[in-house]
């Protein structure tokens, strides 16, 4: 974290870091956790991990100094993060406190062996099973530190995610790589020259930014540059869509990447550009896998709620994440004490 919260780590982690839990795993073997016949998907697909190492068994390097930094990209990351999770709610006696505590866990893993493996691979299957192993055990747990007619429990994602490209390819669907950033780089070049400045021009998960304030104070009109770019970049096979800042203010409610965008761009940003690839194509030149565009594939994700006197049903509707906090606010009995932008799940209430 940032010293924003503080200098040092609490003494609690500094211990729970003396145990020395990542440098005990360096030269394991992951391994399938079931038999392979169990694994539907192959596990022969070079296009992995760079084309090395994308078959079982994977071993994990063998110096507890490299472990450190690669554990990240090996299932036992996330047992690690539940494991540190479950220490924190015992030291700092969460949910034994006396009025409503909140714990944030954040399972990383399944985003790194994702970019790397791919969505459909043998490991982000085996990965899943895992982590519902590891889940199971700290909710087992910590109901024996806070019962469970105590516990609300949300699960959900920052974000979804489609076919790796070379997969899609390989089952006879659209797939590929956009990734123009060569237009940003041209633009800043060209405008650095003439004007002696960086710009920052950079481009990003189909978005294209600059110091637009800075250039309209030089007396370059900024719209004027967005279509250039705007038109370089519909040329780019894989662009299905792009937005400037003109055309993203006058599209209709009724355009549903406008509206992606409108909520992405935070008030202030300096941007040019605002693209949507084609569906199977992703803002990438080396990632396996890729999300961060407008598509549905890399916005959608799913949200479980278990709560006591919640019954077990599951419901397809389209609910926005947004939704979670006034659902949670009403599970606790919570007044907002302002306006949000969500609604409560009725379904949640349904006894």
């Known amino acids: ?106 399972l990383s893993t399944n985003d790194r062996i994702g970019h790397d493996y791919g969505p459909d691979s043998r490991e982000i299957h085996d990965h899943i099973l895992r982590v519902d192993q590891w889940l199971g055990w700290f909710l087992d747990s910590l109901a024996v530190l806070v019962p469970r007619d105590r516990t609300v429990v949300v699960l959900s994602s920052d974000h979804g995610i489609g076919h790796a490209p070379a997969f899609a390819q390989s089952i006879g669907q659209p797939g590929g790589r956009v990734y123009p950033s060569d237009i940003a780089d041209s633009a800043g070049a060209r405008l650095g020259r003439r004007y002696r400045r960086d710009f920052g021009f950079q481009f990003r998960n189909g978005l294209i930014t600059a110091d637009t304030a800075q250039l309209r104070a030089l007396g370059v009109d900024t719209d004027s540059l967005a279509d250039a770019l705007s038109a370089e970049a519909r040329r780019r096979p894989g662009v299905a869509r792009v937005f400037t800042p003109r055309s993203l203010a006058a599209a209709p409610a009724s355009d549903m990447y406008a509206g992606r965008w ?11 550009i605002a693209a949507v690839p084609e569906p199977g194509y992703i803002w990438s030149e080396t990632s396996v896998a890729n999300h961060g565009s407008a598509l549905n594939e890399d916005v959608t994700v799913p949200i479980i709620i278990m709560a006591p006197g919640v019954r077990p049903a599951r419901f397809e509707r389209v609910v926005p994440t947004v939704d979670i906090a006034p659902t949670l606010a009403r599970l606790l009995g919570v007044t907002p004490t302002e306006p949000l932008a969500g609604h409560v799940i009725p379904e949640v209430f349904r006894r």
Do not use: Q
């Open 1 to 106: 974290t940032s010293t924003y919260y503080g200098d040092t780590l609490p003494g609690w982690v500094r211990a729970w870091n003396d145990r020395r839990g990542a440098a005990r795993l360096a030269g394991r073997c992951w391994t399938l956790l079931r038999p392979a016949s169990d694994y539907p998907e192959r596990d022969s697909l070079p296009f992995e991990h760079g084309g090395r190492d994308f078959t079982f068994p994977h071993v994990l390097p063998s110096r507890p100094d490299s472990i450190a930094s690669r554990i990240v990209y090996y299932p036992w990351m996330d047992s690690l993060t539940i494991d540190l999770a479950l220490e924190g709610v015992r030291r700092i006696g969460l949910g034994r406190t006396g009025h409503s505590d909140l714990l944030v866990v954040s």
């Open 262 to 272: 409108k909520r992405s761009l935070v008030p202030g940003t300096g941007w040019l």
